[in-house]
């Protein structure tokens, strides 16, 4: 059930940068931690999304020798720093604040917040970095460059703890993808960002402090109300995977108008909660097949997120399949864990060679079905000149 938040809770979860990058929860962000590996590994993670489509975006802390390794940034609330103090209390000061993406901006946003919040930490930046729409120098951006070094070009932290492998670097026509992840390897586990994902039938627990966004997609037309059930929660999570897969699935339609404005505005949904019964998506039959196609029935699936496989990657199918061997290669691999979806899953260089079949196996890239819309999208902006025909070209001297 929905738990009331205390006015004080609430008041540690503002987040007073939100107008940066306007994403759900907006300006109170929840903030849960958990330990993924005892006395190693932990996870802190918050909601992230448009239009209530809204999943977990993760801030990893990992032991290190002198004290604890950040891996990603997030939004820093009074709770996040809370959390983190209780971590450094038993395990030393944050020494290092790693950013191992070079495109994410979700996981950019936040970091010269953080780094402010540890002003002895050093920071470990993926090289490449880029903003849009104007690529500012980085001090501009917030980012201290007196304790700012870039991972490869000076070095790599920690090498005796973590083996640290880059994906990429591509030529995505705005700027570089390029993600760094990281072997930990007394724990055998995979740290990513975007790279891998793992989706499961269970929606995050995050939506149990407010489970509005599931309840809010679990319905047929704007008037229902929003009615809070089980089943209902699995309902709207599938769909919310959907969403933000393939941003426009090939089992919704947008109703006209003046349909989804007759179905507005009824009784008990006229309010902002409720996007005033406002909800312009109608999804057709098969939907929840087509969803289960990218969710683990009983276990999470481990896979290249749709966004990054037709967006990123489209003609570099090569180089994600020879990086996929560079992983397998990690001698007794037991965990990945994530940035985004579920946290932690377990990870062996089998899961990785039966992904990398399951890829050699498909057409690359894909076009047809829930892929129609990122595929369209893919071929407007190489039409438009935006993203490059070869992403690699630029970067075939480069030596990671
Ligand atoms: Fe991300």
Not at 83 to 97: F, M, Y
Not at 114 to 122: G, V
Not at 378 to 398: A, Y
Request: with cysteine; net charge positive; charged share 20%.
């Amino acid at each position: 059930m929905q738990t009331t938040t205390p006015d004080k809770e609430l008041a540690q979860q503002n987040w007073p940068w939100w107008p940066l990058l306007p994403l759900y929860p907006y300006g109170k962000k929840r903030t849960l931690c958990k330990e993924l590996i005892p006395n190693q590994i932990w996870s802190f993670e918050q909601l992230q999304g448009i239009y209530y489509v809204a999943v977990p975006v993760r801030l990893i802390v990992v032991k290190v020798p002198d004290g604890l390794m950040l891996y990603n940034a997030l939004p820093v609330t009074s709770e996040l720093l809370k959390g983190l103090s209780n971590l450094e209390e038993k395990h030393g000061p944050v020494k290092t604040i790693v950013l191992p993406t070079a495109s994410g901006l979700e996981h950019k946003i936040a970091l010269p917040s953080l780094a402010r919040s540890f002003p002895k930490a050093n920071l470990w930046l993926c090289p490449g970095q880029w903003s849009f729409p104007v690529d500012l120098p980085l001090s501009w951006l917030g980012i201290p460059q007196k304790r700012t070094n870039f991972l490869f070009d000076d070095g790599l932290p920690y090498k005796e703890i973590f083996d640290w492998l880059s994906l990429g670097p591509l030529d995505i026509g705005l700027g570089r993808f390029q993600e760094v992840v990281c072997f930990h390897k007394k724990s055998k586990s995979l740290l990513v960002t975007d790279s891998l994902i793992a989706i499961e039938v269970k929606p995050p627990e995050l939506f149990n402090f407010d489970p509005t966004p599931l309840l809010f997609h679990a319905r047929e037309r704007g008037e229902e109300l929003i009615l809070d059930t089980p089943k209902a929660r699995e309902k709207g999570w599938k769909r919310i995977v959907l969403f933000a897969s393939f941003l426009k699935p090939t089992n919704l339609s947008i109703p006209p108008l003046l349909e989804v404005l007759n179905n507005a505005f009824k009784p008990g949904l006229r309010n902002r909660k409720s996007h005033f019964g406002i909800y312009p998506f109608k999804w057709e039959n098969n939907w929840e097949s087509s969803a289960m196609t990218i969710i683990g029935k009983n276990r999470p699936l481990i896979q290249i997120a749709p966004v990054l496989e037709r967006l990123v990657f489209p003609r570099a199918k090569e180089l994600f399949i020879n990086w996929l061997d560079e992983v397998s290669s990690k001698k007794k691999m037991r965990w990945l864990i994530s940035s985004h979806f579920s946290e932690i899953v377990s990870f062996t260089s089998g899961d990785v060679n039966t992904l990398k079949r399951k890829i050699l196996a498909k057409p690359w890239p894909s076009q047809k079905g829930n892929w129609s819309f990122l595929s369209w999208l893919d071929t407007k902006l190489l039409k438009l000149g935006i993203v490059p025909s070869d992403p690699i070209k630029n970067f075939k001297d480069l030596d990671l």
